[in-house]
């Protein structure tokens, strides 16, 4: 005789699959943090691991309500329309389960998308994404076997532990593409360079430079303080150094006092940087190359 359908059970399920979804979501987005250039302020690491901490409660009560509200009708849905003998029927509930909460989120996501003119790539995207993650939590519910809360805790909290161990493995040994800063050289110098205010610094292949109203920083200051904007007329050089992390630009500017620039950014949109504020902080005062079109 076939087991009765704990809908108890399900709704538990698909909020503790809710919950691991987000954690590997965490997980992932830390390693990706790993293969992209630093930011201006690097991230306050404490803060945000205990916003996290602080926000545990919160994920799990939407994805409860996610789980009461899409979920659980979902699963009720298969339920009903896939009736048949044997164990067929939880096999056939699987296939009927994510079509099932496609539809029942087609109505909101139309009614919040036409309010807000959202594009519509976007709001297809967002229904798929959401259509797959809600439909991931029915699926793996839908077993009426015992244990089946133990399992997925298990095998999720281990999904969830692996792919930080692959992540950081992988980005020690060359697995992922730890992010690298681009070797540049002397011919992508050529240009010009601007900051977040428009300033410049315009290069040309005879080794001249040209300064108008770049930043000359002081110990402390923060990238987006007021700074002394300087303008001027000198040399420049490129040294390469041993490897990409060490390539430095020097600017000789009678009127600007400024030690090596430093490169990072990327292939499609390098930048040169000065250390700003305090020693080790990472803080950061950034040049961008700038396109022919800006």
């Known amino acids: 005789m076939r087991q009765k359908r704990s809908y108890g059970r399900v709704l538990v399920v698909s909020t ?11 997980v992932v ?3 990706y943090v790993r293969t992209q250039p630093p930011p201006d302020t690097p991230p306050d690491w404490a803060a945000i691991g205990g916003s996290l901490v602080a926000l545990t409660p919160l994920v799990g009560f939407v994805s409860f309500l996610l789980s009461l509200v899409f979920v659980l009708p979902a699963v009720a ?37 036409t309010y807000n003119d959202a594009p519509t790539g976007s709001t297809l995207a967002f229904w798929a994404s959401a259509t797959a993650s809600l439909s991931l939590g029915a699926v793996i519910a839908l077993p009426r076997g015992e244990g089946l809360l133990r399992r997925v805790a298990v095998w999720g909290a281990a999904a969830v532990a692996g792919a930080g161990v692959f992540g950081t493995l992988g980005l020690a040994v060359g697995l992922l593409p730890a992010y690298e800063p681009p070797r540049i050289g002397p011919e992508t110098m050529t240009g010009t360079w601007i900051d977040h205010t428009r300033g410049r610094l315009v290069f040309t292949p005879d080794g001249r430079v040209t300064a108008t109203g770049v930043g000359v920083h002081r110990p402390g200051d923060h990238p987006d303080d007021p700074s002394r904007r300087c303008s001027g007329s000198g040399t420049w050089s ?5 490897d990409v992390w060490s390539q430095k630009v020097r600017i000789e500017i009678p009127e600007c006092h400024w030690p090596a620039w430093g490169v990072d950014g990327t292939w499609q949109e390098p930048r040169i940087s000065q250390d700003v504020g305090d020693p080790g902080s990472g803080q950061l005062y950034r040049l961008r190359k700038a396109s022919d079109r800006t």
């Open 16 to 26: 503790l699959v809710g919950c691991l979804e987000v954690a590997l979501t965490v």
């Open 77 to 113: 849905l298969a339920d009903l329309t896939t009736r048949g003998p044997g164990g067929r029927a939880a096999w056939w509930a699987a296939v009927a389960a994510p079509p099932a909460v496609a539809a029942l989120l087609a109505a909101p996501v139309l009614i919040v998308a």
């Open 238 to 242: 490129y040294e390469p150094g041993p």
């Open 29 to 31: 987005a830390l390693v």
